[in-house]
């Protein structure tokens, strides 16, 4: 009888197919076909072909060699959907499927079949923001504008800022690229947009309320105020953005009521949790209590400001009640170590219990968490024989440098990973880790933080130090703390060294304003991270050595920065932030470096 010594996991299919992906790399597109075939006989259950993403290369591998039939048979059966797609709250493209409709375009182009290939690449035209589909959608637009002017002017829009053609495009074309650019959050394009189409005489909606946000987003409040003058009770949408410009007005009389005429049940607690906040902000504790008590469904927000104003009343009994049912619904809350501070200090029957909470969020932020630290505990990893050998798997797979194969590794059935227990959760981390997939593997410990925040030892993979060396030699040439550098790459890009999001690139997020070179040079990690942090230096000395004034104005930008009442100690009070949105960014960012902080030091 075998023992488990034996025991071991197959990888040879993953290895196998990888060589057709390199030889198809190498334009070795025969050898290719030849793996393809070979590994299709030899492990046709191999997840890889089962899941149907092998097919989209074999299909790809048959594009290259100009077998233009088969390809189209292999597309048609590559119906890949990523885990990370099917979990998406509001769906968008798959990008595997986008890319597979890019190469089915082509060979109908290829084949002079124009009115499929037209046909697949008006799929490529979106009306949102994706900056991984851009690439697609830039070549299909430049086939489409040969047989009609309009796609021409939508590139140009788009991608060369020219808004003066946007006279030359109907109304549903225009309304995409309002949406478009709503997304990317260049809200006075939207605006101008919007103006055209004389959008608020519109009936849609949806319409209305793009062209309202972006106006609240620019501060148009006076304009806001009266465009919405006649919404009607039934007219929640437009009652709430009424509301939220009154508020940023500092009218906060109006703004209570109009947030309290919204009847509908789906803004009703939202705008509950606004008027509770305005009440918070003014110190009119007890009547944020009442409200906030009042509301129908519970949710994380407005139960950690139920929790500020049980400490502002010093209300024991509430506050314990409600706060053993926070720290077991949302652990990884940073404010679960602040009202876990008070609580214990309750217990102890500690007179100072509630001072704390009187403190500003970058000084409280990093008090905080030291001693949620403290409060912790480490977790026990076991590395049992069936944890290395399972981790030896996925890092002969992880070996392959190609972060797809080991996501699908992951997903499979292939090697008994069991994603509810923590400690296979760990092996996961560690395989993507040490195949240096920095990117993938900030997105899969997002699906695990819950559970890593309960750990001490396990806060390092929530807060991780990657690209260690060119962080390093940045930092002694710049002298900044490296926590800023992490905090920074962090929130900017999750560590995607590819990142090209909101006109800013790579790991740090660097402005394109601000830079040169073409994209790609920005991609090297210590190219960008050396650029990054000497615009993070001079921001640093300039606010002397202030780290929240540095992080908001290196991210946000100077006028932000200047739209927020700071203390005299540079800390700041997040309740004078209106934008609920923003105000949760904000402490995100603090806590983000109160974390790095505490981990590391």
């Known amino acids: 009888m075998l023992g488990i010594k ?42 890889p072909l089962t899941s149907n993403y092998a097919k989209y290369y074999i299909a790809k591998n048959y594009m290259d060699m100009k077998k233009y039939d088969e390809a189209l048979l292999f597309f048609s059966r590559a119906v890949y959907v990523p885990e990370s797609y099917v979990k998406q709250e509001f769906k968008k493209t798959n990008y595997f499927q986008y890319r597979r409709d890019y190469n089915v375009a082509r060979i109908y182009q290829l084949k002079n079949d124009k009115s499929q290939s037209i046909e697949y690449y008006k799929r490529l035209v979106t009306d949102y923001y994706d900056p991984q589909l851009e690439p697609y959608e830039k070549k299909a637009l430049k086939f489409l504008e040969k047989t009609n002017e309009k796609y021409r002017y939508i590139y140009e829009i788009k991608y060369q800022n020219n808004l003066k053609l946007i006279n030359k495009l109907e109304k549903n074309e225009l309304l995409n690229l309002a949406n478009y650019f709503y997304e990317k959050k260049e809200y006075e394009k939207t605006v101008e947009i919007l103006d055209k189409l004389g959008s608020y005489n519109e009936k849609k909606v949806n319409q209305k309320i793009i062209y309202l946000e972006s106006l609240l987003k620019l501060d148009a409040n006076k304009k806001v105020i009266e465009l919405t003058k006649d919404a009607q009770v039934g007219e929640a949408n437009f009652l709430f953005i009424r509301a939220v410009a009154y508020e940023q007005n500092k009218d906060y009389s109006r703004a209570i009521f109009n947030y309290e005429k919204i009847q509908d049940i789906k803004l009703k607690d939202r705008a509950a949790f606004r008027i509770g906040r305005i009440y918070y902000k003014i110190e009119d504790y007890t009547k944020a209590r009442e409200v906030l008590e009042k509301t129908n469904q519970k949710n994380e927000r407005i139960d950690s400001l139920l929790l500020d104003v049980y400490i502002k009343l010093q209300n024991r009994k509430k506050f314990i009640e409600l706060y053993d049912r926070f720290k077991n619904k949302y652990p990884e809350n940073p404010k679960t170590g602040l009202y876990y501070m008070v609580y214990t200090k309750l217990m102890e029957r500690d007179s100072n219990s509630w001072q704390l909470a009187n403190y500003n969020i970058f000084f409280a932020s990093n008090y905080v968490v030291r001693n949620y630290m403290n409060s912790i505990t480490d977790f026990e990893i076991k590395n049992t024989y069936k944890e290395e050998v399972l981790k030896d798997a996925l890092t002969q797979i992880g070996a392959l440098k190609n972060p797809e194969l080991l996501e699908l590794a992951v997903q499979s059935n292939n090697f008994d990973l069991d994603t509810e227990t923590i400690q296979d959760k760990i092996t996961i981390m560690n395989s993507y880790i040490e195949s240096k997939f920095y990117k993938e593997s900030f997105k899969k410990v997002n699906t695990f933080r819950r559970e890593f925040y309960r750990y001490r030892n396990l806060l390092h993979y929530v807060y991780p130090k990657y690209y260690r060396e060119e962080v390093q030699n940045t930092r002694k040439k710049y002298l900044v703390p490296q926590s800023l550098i992490y905090t920074v790459m962090y929130i900017e890009s999750g560590f995607d060294n590819e990142n090209n ?68 100690d540079g800390d700041l009070k997040l309740e004078t932030i209106v934008d609920e949105k923003f105000q949760t960014e904000i402490e995100e960012i603090v806590y983000t470096y109160a974390f790095y902080s505490a981990i590391y030091n």
Do not use: R, W
């Not at 196998?16 to 597109?29: S, T, V």
């Not at 990690?525 to 908001?552: F, R, S, V």
């Open 501 to 568: 999001k909101f006109e800013k690139l790579g790991l740090m997020g660097i402005p394109k304003k601000l830079v040169e070179n073409k994209d790609e040079y920005y991609y090297n990690p210590q190219i960008n991270i050396d650029t990054g942090t000497e615009i993070l230096k001079k921001i640093y000395d300039k606010h002397n050595g202030m780290i929240l004034k540095t992080l908001i104005e290196y991210i946000y930008g100077e006028k932000v920065l200047k739209g927020l009442n700071f203390e005299l």
């Open 6 to 47: 034996s025991f071991s996991y197959n990888v040879d299919d993953y290895i196998f197919f990888n060589k057709a992906l390199e030889a198809n790399k190498k334009e070795d597109y025969k050898n290719s076909l030849f793996y393809y075939e070979i590994y299709q006989k030899n492990f046709p259950y191999s997840y």
